[in-house]
C-alpha cells in the first residue's frame, strides 16, 4: 500500500488523516481539531504538528498541507480566513519548524482538484480541465493534461461588471434567498466567461452544494461538459497527501 499524510486548514478546523494513495480513501479515521482563534501561524502549526503526531507517522511517509490561500513561491500573498499575520510567511518553513521534518504545501482548491483528477470524475478526461469548489467564494485549479497549473484565482473573474464569486459562490444563494433557477442562471454566466476564456474539454463542479448537483447543474446551458464531482469532504486532504507523495517520486 502506497501511503502518505494530508492535512486540510480551513478557517473553522484543521483535519488529518493518512491516506491510501492506491485508492484516494484515508486509512482509518480522521483528527480534526478547531482552528485556534486567533489563527496566528504559530498557532495553527502548533496544531497541526499536534495532528502529525498523533498519528505517529514515519519518516518515510511524505505529509502534504493544503491552505485556504496561494502560495506563489510558498508564501502567502493575502489572507481571508485566517489571522492577516500570514501575509508574507512562507507556509512550509512555518510548518517544518513546528513539525520537524519536510513538508509540502499548496493552495486547498487545488489540493481539492488533484484528488478529483486522481481518484474522481477527472480520471476521465484529458486536455485542460478546470475543477470549481462552490461554497464561501469559488475556489478553482487548473489542470492540462492532468498537470496542475497551481494558484489559479478564476472565482475572482470579473462577470457582469462585479466579481465572479460575489455574484455566484453558494453562500450568495443563501444570503440573497435565491431559487435554484436564479442561481443558476448567474452560474452560466460565470461557467459561459470561463468557457470563453479556457474552453475546457471539463468543468468539475465541487464544493458541498455539489451534493445537490441535480437541482443546479441541468439547468445551466453552456458547451462545456459541466460534471458534479465525486470525491467532497475527503478532497482536500487527500489531495494534500498525493501532492506531497508525487513532489517526492
Request: one cysteine or more.
Amino acid at each position: 500500500m502506497t501511503t502518505a499524510f494530508g492535512i486540510d486548514i480551513g478557517g473553522s478546523g484543521i483535519k488529518g488523516a493518512l491516506v491510501d494513495l492506491d485508492k484516494g480513501v484515508f486509512i482509518g479515521e480522521r483528527l480534526r481539531i478547531p482552528t485556534p482563534q486567533p489563527s496566528t501561524p504559530d498557532a495553527v502549526a502548533t496544531v497541526c504538528a499536534q495532528i502529525a503526531q498523533e498519528f505517529e507517522i514515519g519518516e518515510d511517509i511524505p505529509i502534504g498541507i493544503d491552505f485556504p490561500a496561494p502560495l506563489p513561491d510558498g508564501k502567502v500573498p493575502w489572507m481571508a480566513n485566517l489571522d492577516q499575520s500570514w501575509v508574507g510567511k512562507n507556509l512550509a518553513d512555518v510548518m517544518e519548524q513546528k513539525i520537524g521534518r519536510r513538508v509540502h504545501v499548496l493552495n486547498d482548491a487545488d489540493a481539492a482538484g488533484l484528488a478529483e483528477m486522481r481518484y474522481g470524475v477527472g480520471k476521465n478526461y484529458s486536455g485542460v480541465v478546470v475543477v470549481t469548489t462552490l461554497g464561501t467564494g469559488i475556489g478553482s485549479a487548473l489542470f492540462v493534461d492532468g498537470t496542475l497549473v497551481p494558484n489559479t484565482e478564476f472565482g475572482h473573474i470579473e462577470v457582469g461588471g462585479k466579481d465572479a464569486e460575489k455574484r455566484a459562490a453558494a453562500s450568495v444563494r443563501k444570503k440573497k434567498n435565491l431559487s435554484w433557477e436564479e442561481w443558476a442562471s448567474r452560474l452560466e454566466r460565470y461557467y459561459g466567461t470561463l468557457e470563453k476564456m479556457l474552453w475546457p474539454s471539463a468543468i468539475i463542479v465541487g464544493g458541498g452544494v455539489s451534493r445537490k448537483h441535480d437541482k443546479f447543474l441541468p439547468l445551466i446551458s453552456i458547451s462545456t461538459p459541466l460534471v458534479p464531482a465525486q470525491l467532497r469532504n475527503t478532497a482536500g486532504i487527500v489531495g494534500a497527501a498525493a501532492y506531497a507523495f508525487e513532489r517526492e517520486h
